[in-house]
């Protein structure tokens, strides 16, 4: 039972004597009660002084009293220090105390219900029952009896003694005018306790003139923008912010408090399209002639480099600014119409800067109320921002509420109080603001500032708007939402109405507002007429490091990727060894010398030593490596254990980071159960730092349907549409192993169908090798590109998905396609070239075996493609001149309309032509079209095999 409703219970009926009998024992012996009713008493603030002080007088008219003593007996003997007080007296004064601070606290929790928040004046205030004095037993004749609630409990009041009705009106001034605070449900004392005080003291709103007129340019150049758009460019769409013109400075003041108190060096920004192309110009600093020769159809980059570019509300931007001399770098992300999705790519790119210089980076994500309430990945997003992988200091959420979501109301947007609420999980305090009050929105962020520096997690401010215009600048809203755009239309910008304000107050004349609002409408002319003839030459928002990179159409290239035998061996020695004292897992002990036998002897080094030998080698070359995944440490499959763990005390200890005294560090991070926020983070901080390999393992791979958006929008298209490179690698566990549907597949044909431009890898390997290589090109080339494995499960411990170590050293590259291996096949005889891609490679190797020597075995030769996409045609080309007379047979072991086939098979075909081979068609061998991945039967699953495999090697059972 919550305190107060413990206080409301005793102070009931018949328990009211009781209590004051037991307070009267606890005041003179705190240890004759109770330890609840002791707890009860000592939470209510030391009530004993609080009593006695009240009985002594006002402190303004003290009573001439050494010593109170409290009368608990009829018969107890007179003090001879001082008057009695009965119980009855006690009781009373304990009570009006107790209620007072019941009051007290309802306003802390529930006064944001009763607060003016609304612009528009249509939400109806109705004070609830638990802000009434009625409600703890007060009646209209205790309004102005002295009520004493000690200092701690009235930081708000300047003195202890007040009337209720003083109380109360200090309650509502704080909690019930333009600003409600949502804090009281913190678990955190600390945070509740800073909240309260700075709270508290806030009262009304003072800010100096020079504020004032800054608040006021800001409003002029976000309202004037909004007001020379919709008269330039009529019927176009711009997803204005009209109506919700209090974020610019709301954002100026998140990012000026951050620069000059604490001295942050970068904020990245991210937001969906409302009111973009306004905080790119207004607060970002991306040019107006710029954006307007964007609004007349021009590109936002240079006509040489190649790719589809995106619209204008969509498009990101970064500049260096100057704030009183002190300098900071504001980035916005680019972003889909997938509307908070940019929210986890903008965490990434955040804590990418804070692990490469160690300096204070903010992340600011500017959020539509419907969006927040409604979307997934905002819920993944707070719930990742206190995990050691993904924080990254706490993030400054801003909602720019317009009370409606396209066409749709509050009342059906959400099932909870307010749109914000989600933002209660992650025990994020909550700031509500009436949007036509830019005075108290900018002492708002200026606290949530402070509250993110001091405790170092998120804090949301929920701007309470109004959408002026309909959801984009053609809709007409007055169709389904009639009464709200009847009080819109009768409504004043939010500029007139400081404007005037200021003006009332002799801050700034009529005449000097009226003339900044004409000068910057004069600049916004000057630079649509300068757009005419504005051309894009330089990418000025793309980073110094990420311009070393080169585009498509550029020349690209791409350096050696083995590496020496003394850097193999001591990597070897690293994962093989330990420090002195740990307890190591005896199986592990196992492993570590089963390792250690690898390196001596060059052989058998299986696909997880081949990926640290890749990861360890980029840490001796200075690349920093980040992995993350569900439980990627020790690896779905247990094959990986990169973190051991002492059995005795569970400290950790990271194999790699052991290499050598002077090296890059690898984090690997068991990530949270999350596929979308997880990914779009892990690919925010791969579009930040192009000298880390990041890579994203999925525990299964059809795990990636869960990111899809990440991966259609941003991974797919992000260089297209925006310039974006990255670098990232998904590793998806694929294949047929009889574990039903849903871990069978990484979806291979979704990824292919995304596939053109060059625009990403796709690879399904069956190497160790050829994986280390995979990788290591990632960071040996002069450009970044996304990688997607289809990575293994059984194969990685195959005895034959092994590689030698000269297959990672002097000279050695990666293989786009692997020509058959055995030395016993003659290729000009061979008759039947079945070529294939991943793990069914090695079910047909075995069959193959099997059949040799017998009368049904004909010459058969394997061949693998590693890599799908980019489509290795040269490659294959110069493998199948080998086989003259050979028919080409494609096989796979997923269902026909899925894999691989549908993408490659006119690929093949079109090789075929043009070297002129005289096979010309290419046979498929593998499962039926099906609607499932895979059957969840294994004597089915076992039959399916066998056939696929049989076919595929031209093997009829007789």
Request: aromatic content about 10%; charged content about 20%; glycine content about 6%.
């Amino acid at each position: 039972m919550a305190i107060n409703d413990h206080i409301a219970s005793v102070f009931s009926g018949s328990n009211s004597a009781y209590l004051a009998d037991l307070y009267a024992q606890w005041v003179e012996d705190p240890n004759s009660v109770d330890p609840s009713f002791s707890e009860l008493f000592i939470a209510l603030d030391d009530a004993q002084n609080i009593v006695i002080k009240d009985a002594r007088g006002a402190s303004w008219a003290p009573r001439p009293v050494t010593d109170i003593v409290v009368e608990t007996d009829e018969k107890a003997p007179s003090s001879s220090k001082g008057d009695k007080i009965s119980k009855d007296q006690l009781y009373k004064a304990a009570q009006d105390s107790m209620r007072a601070i019941q009051l007290i606290d309802a306003y802390r929790a529930f006064g944001h219900q009763y607060a003016r928040l609304d612009p528009l004046q249509l939400s109806q205030r109705h004070l609830v029952a638990e802000l009434e004095p009625t409600t703890y037993g007060f009646t209209s004749q205790d309004m102005d009896r002295p009520i004493f609630i000690g200092k701690n409990r009235a930081v708000f009041l300047s003195k202890e003694i007040h009337t209720l009705r003083e109380i109360v009106a200090g309650l509502q001034q704080i909690y019930c005018r333009s600003i409600a605070w949502e804090y009281m449900y913190l678990q955190d004392h600390e945070q509740r306790q800073w909240l309260m005080q700075r709270i508290e003291q806030l009262g009304s709103i003072s800010l100096a003139n020079d504020d004032k007129k800054r608040i006021l340019q800001e409003l002029t150049e976000a309202v004037g923008f909004e007001a020379f758009c919709q008269k330039r460019y009529v019927g176009v769409k711009r997803f204005g912010l009209d109506g919700g013109e209090v974020t610019i400075p709301a954002l100026h003041a998140v990012i000026r408090h951050a620069v000059m108190k604490y001295n942050v060096k970068s904020i990245g920004m991210g937001m969906a399209h409302r009111g973009r192309l306004n905080v790119l110009t207004n607060v970002v600093g991306k040019p107006f002639t710029a954006l307007f020769h964007e609004f007349a159809g021009g590109s936002y980059k240079p006509d040489s480099i190649p790719g589809a570019a995106d619209v204008k509300y969509h498009l990101g931007y970064r500049k260096q600014v100057e704030i009183e001399g002190k300098s900071v770098e504001l980035s916005m992300a680019f972003n889909p119409s997938h509307l908070e999705a940019a929210g986890a790519v903008v965490e990434g790119q955040v804590r990418a800067e804070q692990d490469h210089d160690g300096q204070k980076h903010l992340a600011v994500l500017l959020h539509g109320d419907a969006a927040f309430a409604g979307q997934g990945v905002v819920y993944e997003i707070l719930a990742m921002s206190r995990l050691p992988a993904y924080e990254t200091g706490g993030t400054v959420h801003i909602i720019t509420n317009n009370q409606i979501g396209f066409t749709t109301s509050p009342e059906l947007a959400f099932s909870g109080y307010y749109g914000s609420d989600v933002a209660k999980v992650a025990r994020a305090p909550i700031v509500h603001v009436n949007g036509d009050d830019p005075e108290a929105v900018v002492k708002v962020m200026q606290l949530a500032v402070e509250f993110r520096e001091q405790f170092a997690t998120d804090i949301v401010v929920d701007l309470v708007c109004y959408r002026r215009n309909g959801h984009n600048e053609t809709d007409e809203p007055a169709f389904t939402q009639p009464l709200m755009y009847n009080a819109i239309r009768q409504h004043e910008t939010i500029y007139k109405k400081y404007a005037e304000k200021l003006a009332n107050e002799g801050v700034i004349t009529s005449v000097d507002s009226e003339a900044n609002w004409n000068g910057f409408q004069e600049y916004l002319q000057a630079s649509y007429n300068a757009s005419q003839n504005y051309r894009v030459n330089e990418m000025d928002w793309v980073s110094a490091e990420w311009q070393k990179m080169k585009w498509r159409g550029q020349e690209r290239q791409e350096e050696a990727t083995a590496i020496s035998r003394d850097v193999a061996l001591k990597i070897g020695k690293a994962l093989s060894s330990y420090a002195d004292g740990f307890d190591c897992h005896s199986k592990l002990i196992r492993q570590l010398e089963a390792k250690a036998q690898m390196f001596s002897s060059g052989e058998g080094i299986d696909w997880a030593t081949g990926e640290a030998l890749a990861f360890g080698s980029l840490l001796l070359e200075g690349h920093p490596v980040r992995l993350s995944g569900q439980d990627c440490q020790r690896g779905t499959f247990s094959h990986r254990n990169a973190v051991l763990f002492d059995q005795k005390t569970q400290q950790p200890y990271v194999l790699l980071n052991h290499i050598q005294p002077e090296q890059a560090q690898i984090d690997i991070y068991n990530s949270f159960l999350s596929e979308f926020a997880v990914l779009g983070f892990e690919y925010g901080y791969s579009c930040t730092n192009p000298n880390a390999l990041v890579l994203w393992e999925a525990q299964f791979g059809d795990f990636a349907n869960g990111a899809q958006i990440i991966i259609d929008q941003f991974i797919s298209a992000g260089e297209s549409k925006w310039l974006q490179m990255s670098g990232l690698v998904m590793l998806l566990p694929h294949s047929q192993e009889g574990q039903g549907a849903e871990h069978s597949s990484a979806r291979l044909e979704r990824f292919l169908q995304l596939c053109a431009d060059d625009n990403m890898q796709v690879c399904n390997l069956t190497t160790p090798a050829n994986y280390f290589h995979a990788l290591r090109r990632q960071l040996k080339r002069n450009y970044r590109q996304p990688l997607v494995i289809m990575s293994p499960k059984s194969l990685l411990r195959h005895k034959l998905a092994q590689s030698s170590l000269a297959e990672f050293i002097d000279g050695t590259k990666f293989l786009s396609v692997i020509d058959e291996v055995d030395p016993i096949v003659v290729k000009d005889k061979v008759q039947h070239v079945v070529l294939c891609s991943g793990k069914v490679y090695y079910d047909l190797w075995t069959r193959r075996l099997e059949l040799r020597g017998t009368s049904q075995s004909e010459p058969v030769a394997l061949v693998r493609m590693e890599q799908i996409y980019p489509f290795p045609a040269q490659e294959l080309k110069e493998i199948l001149a080998q086989y003259p007379n050979a028919e080409i047979v494609w096989c796979q072991e997923e269902p026909e309309n899925m894999g691989a086939w549908n993408f490659v098979d006119r690929k093949i075909e079109k090789c075929l032509r043009e070297m002129k081979h005289q096979c010309t068609f290419v046979k498929y061998t593998g499962r039926l079209p099906a609607a499932s991945p895979a059957s969840g039967l294994s004597s089915v699953y076992k039959a399916e095999q066998e056939g696929l495999i049989n076919q595929a090697l031209n093997y009829q059972k007789v």
